[in-house]
């Protein structure tokens, strides 16, 4: 019946500083350029997430979060909950991923691109996921359409989400639990292979001491935030030496799985034709290149952190193996290999400790 009361999983998104874009920027650069750029990471990431069975294999999901909505600067989505166990699983690993690659998109995204040429941080985007049970709004509409407590819960993690410390992707305990079991069914799987790890498989939910405010209700939520496993920072830099060893043949799984990212971020981009207020456009391998030189010239400050330079190093891999024979592109992914080489080393030094 279209009023059954289901579980449902809440993936809410929302761009961090959007306020202060809208106060410099024309209407006309703050929807063509800065909105669009989104709209483009969350189009390009979701469309990568439908076809990540085809690097994953065994591993792949079964189970794929619903596409998002797009509402200005914000995304929502929200995907019932059957009750086989190992798809739930896949549904909430899944919905990681979209994350996770959002995220690689957005910090590729013209806008950002723009940002990091002038020695600017990228902006970020702050990510809430959770279940909970809600109910369709009208009869006979689908699942997209639903209303509920939880719906608020989302969004709530989403805002507590800015002040994390790594990813700014904060989840409830029910995803940490679910995305645990996932984790253990993969390393299972791939029976200790390193050429068939996949990055999440090196991060880890860490529960986050201050619990977030539920408004209107006498709860208080613990979230965690998806951070870089403290105790894989080796294995993590044993799979950097072994994507580095290959780097103009997708010869891993995560090779393999950012050839396929570095593909989306440069086809089809001059169809979204983005303009900002000096008629500035950017696509295709240009998008690419662009971020080299953005590299290139980057502040040291922009290396200093672990989490950051890690998904460097990832869109960096995903345009050099699609253009390998660019030497800008080798020079600037040497640059940032040997900036996380650094880190982990100073890391493991410090004990560990962030």
Not at 21 to 49: I, K, M, N, T
Not at 104 to 115: A, E, G, I, K, V
Not at 169 to 198: A, G, L, M, P
Not at 278 to 286: D, Y
């Amino acid at each position: 019946m279209s009023d059954e009361l289901k579980n449902y999983l809440i993936f809410f998104a929302d761009l961090i500083g959007s306020t202060e874009v809208a106060s410099e920027a024309s209407p006309y650069s703050f929807a063509r350029y800065y909105l669009l750029s989104y709209h483009w990471a969350v189009d390009r990431a979701f469309e990568y997430l439908k076809n990540s069975g085809k690097i994953f294999g065994k591993n792949q999901f079964k189970k794929l979060i619903n596409q998002p909505r797009n509402t200005g600067d914000e995304i929502i989505t929200f995907t019932a909950i059957e009750n086989n166990e190992e798809d739930f699983q896949d549904l909430v690993a899944s919905s990681i991923t979209y994350g996770f690659v959002l995220k690689m998109c957005w910090f590729t995204s013209p806008y950002n691109l723009l940002r990091l040429l002038h020695k600017k941080f990228p902006r970020d985007v702050a990510i809430g996921i959770h279940i909970g049970p809600a109910v369709t709004i009208r009869d006979g509409v689908d699942d997209s359409d639903i209303a509920g407590l939880h719906i608020n819960v989302s969004k709530r993690l989403e805002t507590a989400a800015r002040s994390g410390k790594q990813s700014l992707i904060y989840v409830s305990d029910d995803i940490k639990y679910q995305y645990e079991k996932w984790q253990e069914k993969i390393r299972h799987t791939k029976n200790d292979d390193k050429s068939k790890t996949i990055p999440l498989e090196y991060t880890r939910l860490y529960d986050i001491p201050n619990p977030v405010d539920m408004k209107g209700i006498p709860i208080k939520i613990t979230p965690s935030e998806l951070q870089l496993d403290k105790n894989a920072r080796n294995d993590l830099d044993e799979l950097f030496k072994l994507m580095k060893k290959t780097p103009s043949i997708a010869g891993t799984t995560t090779e393999n799985a950012l050839s396929m990212l570095g593909k989306y971020l440069t086809t089809g981009i001059e169809e979204w034709q983005f303009s900002n207020d000096h008629g500035q456009t950017i696509g295709g391998k240009e998008l690419a290149q662009k971020w080299f030189e953005a590299n290139e010239n980057s502040p040291n400050i922009f290396y200093n952190d672990l989490w950051t330079v890690v998904v460097f190093y990832f869109i960096s891999c995903a345009y050099l193996l699609n253009f390998p024979e660019e030497p800008l592109f080798n020079i600037g992914t040497n640059k940032i290999y040997n900036s996380l080489k650094k880190l982990i080393q100073e890391k493991n030094k410090n004990g560990g400790r962030d």
